[in-house]
T-cell receptor, first 117, second 114 residues
């Protein structure tokens, strides 16, 4: 079945560091990918919709200059958390939209746990 | 906007049946999904309803009533491994570029006890 690979799975770094997270669709082309953030004991909150070849669409309250999204190819979207601070520590999950499967439109990566010291 | 409500926590006994409810308010409804999420892991797809009625998949069933804005996930023959969070998610036409965007409810943490 469709597989989405997310890397890295775990990041621990100092405050002020920029962190890049990659999301790849392994056996299909994904023109649309979604980035979510999940704080402990809370649900997934959509941060942005990433569209190949165009600018990402950010949800209200998400700083586009803080969370840079690049979707340069049909199989890769990246999220860069710039100048990360402890409040950015969270679980980040990407998902890819699989065309032609309306009953299972999104396939999730395994997530990235980001811890900022 | 969208409003999705589900209970925060539930507890059930191994071997029993549990029903997790989800109510939603949205325009442009285009499907309701249930996901299972174990702590620290990504969600895994359980079921999809777009028409009224019951969808059954093994020990899991999901029901939808569009007129009532209501769905439930039914888990039968509960096993210890079913202890997880269960997320209700609604798909709605909101933007042309995000027709398949999902909005998630807060999730229901299910604890299965021996």
């Amino acid at each position: 079945g469709a597989v989405v690979s997310q890397h890295p799975s775990w990041v621990i770094c100092k405050s002020g560091t920029s962190v890049k997270i990659e999301c790849r669709s392994l056996d299909f082309q994904a023109t649309t990918m979604f980035w979510y953030r999940q704080f402990p004991k809370q649900s997934l909150m959509l941060m942005a919709t990433s569209n190949e070849g165009s600018k990402a669409t950010y949800e209200q309250g998400v700083e586009k200059d803080k969370f840079l999204i690049n979707h340069a190819s049909l199989t890769l979207s990246t999220l860069t958390v710039t100048s990360a601070h402890p409040e950015d520590s969270s679980f980040y999950i990407c998902s890819a939209f699989l065309p032609g499967q309306p009953n299972q439109p999104q396939h999730f990566g395994d997530g990235t746990r980001l811890s900022i010291l | 906007g969208q409003n999705i409500d589900q209970p925060t926590e539930m507890t059930a006994t191994e071997g029993a049946i549990v029903q997790i409810n989800c109510t939603y308010q949205t325009s442009g409804f285009n499907g309701l999904f249930w996901y299972q999420q174990h702590a620290g892991e990504a969600p895994t797809f359980l079921s999809y309803n777009v028409l009224d009625g019951l969808e059954e998949k093994g020990r899991f069933s999901s029901f939808l009533s569009r007129s009532k804005g209501y769905s439930y996930l039914l888990l039968k023959e509960l096993q210890m491994k079913d202890s997880a969070s269960y997320l209700c998610a609604v798909r709605a036409f909101r933007r042309v570029d995000a027709g398949n965007m999902l909005t998630f409810g807060g999730g229901t943490r299910l604890m299965v006890k021996p």
